[in-house]
């Protein structure tokens, strides 16, 4: 009998680093809901955003006063802090869904809500306040942005644009310098397991991939350096017809449940061998409104004992090594998609960045939870990467702020359109795309 061969093959030892886990803010625990409407989130990020804007204004422009809306003088220049409404002809109004007019609603919902009749008012506690001028855009502002304004009054009783003060970059921890090795976050985002168009042996590659299970011994040496795995939102799609609110059969119940089963079996397989993150998102069976609460993991019962995986909110943020994550499922920039105009949508990103909002258009046109004492859709440390999920493309863009903040913004594809990941490198925050097509050339 022939004695077996010892495969001698190198064994790659998967690289280690610190998690910090940072979602108490966007945890719904002690809030109660008592029914009080959404003037006191607005409230909330007024004066928070006021004070910051402040304390800017006297460098920004020091020869000018700080007023009120309402203390305004016809001629006189000041500078003015308040929140932006903008006014939309064409924005779609709840009542409509209501009226008796129906036939006059068109029968085809534009993508976008801009009109060339758009304008923008001005609102703090004492009054509101008509924008003229061409200083401030209404095609790149949306409702519930916090600005600094410095103009005058006109006859006309506007409030005449000449300059804009935004609030910027937040400021940035340090990043740390002793990262000499390449250690990489993967993100992806957009399963949509149960779909038609989700294709099953894509993602068991890129699982395989991740688990060091494909490609040769260099391949093998690069997936032990991811560290960490995200996925943000939309992991799983539901048939329509299943969820109309009528009682299910039980051949019914086994089919809903079977994407969550899928994606369980999968994540099983990632938590075994590198911490995981799932996030939920606007598919999944989770809170509608912002922030998304974690998915129950009672839903994943083969991966939830693990320790390495976690169901996070949407948004996410987190630490590793401390290199400072912050993301979200791709709701808010969908949503500024429809209320406004960029050439791309990573000008969103970071407009929302620059705005130090997360979601400004909530709670106006994007669904969030009435706070009453804060807004934690406010940033207030400027993040080394953010990200946003569920995008059409593959994009990213570094920034660098005032003080010399430096950010990676990526636009995460749905895998299951593309079939796309993408890793981020700690060590210099440069990132490259995971590809898994299984089309045959």
Known sequence: ???????????????????????????????????????????????????????????????????????????????????????????????????????????????????????????????????????????????????????????????????VLEAGLPPQIERPIDLQEDKYVVLLSGLCIGSKSANPLQFQLLVDHITGHLGDEAEQGLAAQIVHVVIAGNSVEFPRKLINGQNLASKDQSTLYEPIREIDIMLNQIAAGVSVDIMPGLNDPANFALPQQPLNRCLFPGSAPYNTFRSCTNPHSFDVDNIRFLGTSGQNIDDLDKYSEAKSKLDFVERTLRWRHLAPTAPNTLGCYPFTDRDPFLIETCPHVYFVGNQDKYDNRLIKGSEGQLV??????????????????????????????????
């Open 1 to 163: 009998m022939e004695s077996m061969e010892i495969d001698s093959e190198k064994v790659h030892e998967r690289k280690q680093s610190d998690y910090n886990y940072l979602d108490e803010r966007f945890e719904i625990q002690k809030e109660m809901y008592r029914g009080q409407q959404y003037s006191q989130i607005y409230f909330a990020r007024l004066h928070l955003m006021r004070t910051l804007l402040y304390s800017l204004a006297p460098t920004w422009k020091p020869h000018l006063p700080v007023g009120k809306v309402l203390g305004l003088e016809e001629g006189k220049e000041c500078i003015i802090v308040g929140t932006l409404f903008k006014h939309m002809k064409l924005k779609p109004c709840v009542l409509d869904e209501y009226s008796k007019e129906r036939s006059v609603t068109p029968l085809v919902k534009p993508h976008n809500f801009m009109h060339p009749d758009d304008n923008l008012i001005l609102e703090d506690e004492s009054g509101r306040v008509k924008l003229g001028g061409s200083a401030l855009s209404p095609a790149i502002y949306v409702t519930g942005v916090v600005v600094a304004l410095h103009g005058k009054e006109t006859c006309a009783g506007e409030f005449f644009v000449e300059d």
């Open 408 to 441: 990676r913004l990526i636009c995460i594809p749905k895998f299951c359109e593309t079939g796309i990941a993408v890793a981020v490198n700690l060590k210099n925050l440069e990132c490259h795309t995971l590809s898994f097509s299984t089309q045959i050339s």
